[in-house]
């Protein structure tokens, strides 16, 4: 179990992903830490297959393949809307629901769809995000962070990723996708998982 130190100003970090939002989310969240952070990609790692039942497996599997080939610290995200009238599907599916080429349109077309189907007037949702921190030496830890919120037709806003545009946090009247995306990090589910993260491994030592 990896324990407050692990991560420090000073520290270097893979972010295991290829999803440039994430990448961005992630630069934005540990820059205040004085964690210099690098992507699976520009090391030319390969992007692993989400074989996981689960979020926290499928963030594990990223961050011990990251860590592995890289003997760097990884940092592992895997997150997903869960629907509460569809069973919380699409859940850890919620990237493959837009295709082989992850459009995310054609994902939230067919969640719309979907809902529509079941007749249910429900739109309650939540966003999850897990992150899981593996080391070299293979110590790791992992964190989970939840938003409520509701899902709503046709997609408004052109900010953030994913099904940002069609997902209206509780007590906000915008859905991500037109929320200033600083605001909406600063709330996300994301930021839920991360507070925890660095609450537990961070240590400042400047």
């Known amino acids: 179990m990896l324990k407050s130190g692990a991560l420090h100003r000073g520290s270097k970090l893979v972010i ?5 939002g994430k990448l961005y989310e992630f630069g934005a969240l540990l820059a205040p830490f004085g964690i210099d952070c690098i992507s699976a990609g520009s090391l030319g790692l390969p992007e692993p297959e989400e074989t996981g039942g689960t979020f926290e497996a499928n963030a594990l599997l990223k961050a011990r393949g990251a860590a592995e080939a890289s003997g760097i610290m990884a940092l592992g995200d895997d997150s997903g809307i869960e629907i509460e009238a569809l069973d919380n599907k699409p859940g850890i599916h919620s990237a493959r629901w837009g295709g082989p080429t992850r459009d995310f349109r054609l994902a939230m077309d067919r969640l719309h769809t979907e809902l529509e189907a079941s007749g249910s007037p429900c ?5 999850i995000s897990v992150l899981a921190l593996v080391a070299p030496d293979k110590q790791e830890a992992v964190f989970t962070g939840k938003v409520f919120g509701e899902v709503t037709w046709p997609p408004r806003g052109e900010n953030g990723f994913g099904y940002d545009p069609i997902f209206v946090p509780e007590g906000h009247n915008e859905t991500f996708g037109e929320m200033d995306p600083d605001f909406k990090n600063d709330m996300s589910h994301r ?3 991360f507070e925890q993260l660095i609450d537990a491994t961070y240590a400042n030592d400047a």
Do not use: V
């Open 16 to 20: 295991a992903s290829h999803n440039e």
């Open 123 to 127: 739109r309650r949702a939540n966003f």
């Open 191 to 193: 930021m839920r998982a």
